[in-house]
């Protein structure tokens, strides 16, 4: 029996029927939020029902919202049900000043080092990991680099000239947000190059 | 002989396990990663695996490219079978975009995919050997793996990191020599094969070398996220494209190979019975797409204006050509908004890319789901108890790749 997305929705508003759970569709695929205490309580319902039966943990990744004060960081899970061709994304946010999530190791052992790795690039703080260490970089660095407010590039460089070759100062790519845009529209006063 | 003690201070503790750094740069190793094993005699206790010594910080970088300039990262994750990745991506960007690619199209894709699967497998399977001391099998296939790579190389122009294909389609038509190359691996690579299987399979040193090596449950496999050879190995039929088809897969007929306890010797022959179904998908393949005439054999892309380049001699002579040329080189072209996953299945397992569009023309966030990195994890589990050259062949077996584990 191929479960529907409304069914889905159905079934985890019954359950958790005091809790706020936002449910939006994108590209055909279901995807919530729901608020971060709760996580457990969700994976595990997710897992044990037996219509339901999403017990295979694809991935779990963060994102980082800068401009949503509050709820900065969002840790996704996808789960997918092997029998019945389901995937599901569930959503949870937390303050970026007090990141800590609970975590799925006892659930799922793929979560593991999927958690040291969001760990890792953005901070989030596992509570009851066994292993909380950064996995892909440096035990000794000291800020998590794929939050916003890193830049790509290593900032203390000086040997490198950025102004040649397009990249980086004055021009480049990237959103409004994050980047600045190309050179005529960051010269809005219309002054021209500075001869050095 | 009288015998001597030694006096230890007070308070320390003796030691009964050596540690022994299976590190970074090993023969044994297939890329960088480091295990620090406990062992006490010859046996595993316990394992520690480091990672990370070629993080790249692709999902970063990701973060300041358009859309094309993603595809040779992609390359460089999986990268004995690039071209997965690459039509994987590709895939992900036209689900986020809404684009439809014509059969001819999928069959191509097909075709390439295939090839790069047969690709990894044939190294994976030969390493399985070398490791365990036959050195001959790996020199005798590389010499038709070297076939697959002059495939790619009249498609694309490169061997090793392909950077094949294009939103939409291929950048060019696969020209009659790639047909003619096409054709001479088929003919030829099946006799190869079977030699191969001949002299492994039945070998009674290999047998006794990769049966009962580091097996896994099916439960203890799908509860680690395994997916691809590895999880079919252990009994489970998954594979992605049966389970959810892309790039026409549904047109294809072949078997999904699949063992019973999931040890070293069971993932050997998920593999090679896979080689078999790949070249059985490619023979089809090639035969639908020789059934297109006409017009209708020389169409390689679909069409989309915004994210794929128009013929040159068009951009010189018509305008709304050059407008797009120009807007697509200089990167000015804004994707919808959307967050979609979307995967294949990579030789190894499934790949995902979940994509986080916020309406610029970078993406928001990208996010590599990479298989080989999500199955290292079950390396201790997997070699507890076991002897050291256990250890190695399960290492090879599982077909870890650095450039994928760390992304």
């Known amino acids: ?196 | 002989m009288s015998e001597q003690h030694i006096k230890l201070p007070e308070g320390s503790i003796e030691k009964t396990t050596t540690t022994l750094n299976l590190g970074p740069t090993h023969p044994a190793t297939h890329g960088v990663f480091q295990n620090i094993l406990e062992l006490d005699g010859e046996r595993i206790v316990s394992a520690e695996q480091t990672i990370g010594y070629i993080h790249r910080a692709f999902e970063k970088i990701a973060e300041r490219r358009p859309l094309y300039q993603i595809t040779p990262l992609t390359d460089r994750l999986n990268y004995c079978s690039s071209p997965i990745n690459n039509m994987g991506w590709h895939l992900t960007c036209e689900k986020l975009l809404g684009v439809k690619t014509p059969k001819r199209v999928d069959y191509l894709r097909v075709i390439i995919m295939e090839l790069a699967r047969i690709a990894d497998h044939l190294i994976c399977n030969s390493i399985v050997g070398v490791d365990s001391g036959a050195y001959t099998g790996f020199l005798y296939v590389m010499q038709y793996r070297e076939l697959i790579y002059e495939i790619w190389e009249e498609v694309c122009g490169s061997r090793l990191t392909t950077n094949i294909g294009r939103i939409g389609g291929f950048e060019r038509n696969f020209n009659d020599i790639a047909f003619q190359k096409l054709e001479k691996f088929l003919k030829e690579y099946p006799k190869v094969l079977e030699e191969f299987e001949n002299l492994f399979t039945r070998n009674r040193i290999f047998m006794e070398r990769l049966i009962g090596a580091g097996p896994i449950s099916a439960e203890r496999a799908l509860n680690y996220g395994f997916t691809g050879p590895n999880l079919r190995a252990a009994g489970v039929d998954y594979d992605v494209r049966v389970h959810s088809p892309y790039s026409s897969y549904e047109d294809f007929k072949f078997d999904i190979p699949v063992g019973t306890t999931g040890d070293c010797y069971d993932r050997f022959l998920v593999r090679n019975q896979e080689m078999w179904q790949s070249l059985s998908i490619i023979e089809q393949a090639y035969q639908k797409v020789q059934e297109f005439k006409g017009a209708e054999a020389e169409v390689y892309h679909a069409d989309v204006p915004e994210y794929y380049l128009p013929p040159k001699q068009d951009v010189y002579t018509k305008m709304e050509a050059l407008i797009w040329h120009f807007k697509i080189i200089m990167g000015e072209i804004e994707m919808p908004p959307g967050e979609v996953y979307s995967s294949v299945e990579g030789a190894n397992g499934e790949v995902g890319y979940y994509l986080i569009s916020d309406g610029g023309r970078t993406p928001y966030r990208l996010h590599f789901r990479r298989p080989g990195f999500i199955y290292y994890q079950a390396f201790e589990e997997l070699t507890k108890g076991a002897m050291l050259s256990d250890a190695i062949i399960v290492m090879s077996s599982l077909n870890l790749i650095a450039g994928e584990v760390d992304a």
């Not at chain 1, 019954?14 to 457990?40: H, R, W």
């Open chain 1, 1 to 196: 029996m191929k479960i529907s997305n409304d069914y889905i929705k159905q079934r985890l508003s019954e359950k958790f029927a005091g809790t706020q759970i936002d449910f939006t569709e994108t590209y055909g695929m279901l995807s919530f939020v729901a608020p971060k205490d709760m996580n457990l309580k969700v994976l595990n319902f997710l897992f044990d029902d037996e219509e339901l039966k999403f017990r295979f943990l694809t991935d779990i990744c963060a994102v980082h919202y800068p401009d949503q004060k509050g709820k900065e960081l969002a840790v996704v899970y996808h789960l997918h049900n092997l029998e019945d061709n389901v995937r599901i994304r569930f959503k949870i946010f937390t303050d970026i000043n007090q990141p800590d999530v609970y975590t799925a190791t006892g659930l799922f052992s793929a979560a593991n080092w999927m958690e040291r790795e969001t760990y890792d690039f953005y901070g989030v703080n596992f509570i009851g990991h066994p292993n909380l260490k950064r996995i892909l970089n440096v035990d000794e660095m000291d800020y998590f680099p794929l939050r916003k407010e890193y830049p790509l590039e290593d900032q203390s460089r000086v040997d490198k000239d950025d102004e040649m070759f397009g990249r980086g100062g004055t021009i480049g790519f990237g959103t409004e947000k994050t980047d600045h845009g190309t050179l005529v529209e960051m010269d809005k006063n219309n002054e021209g190059d500075e001869i050095i």
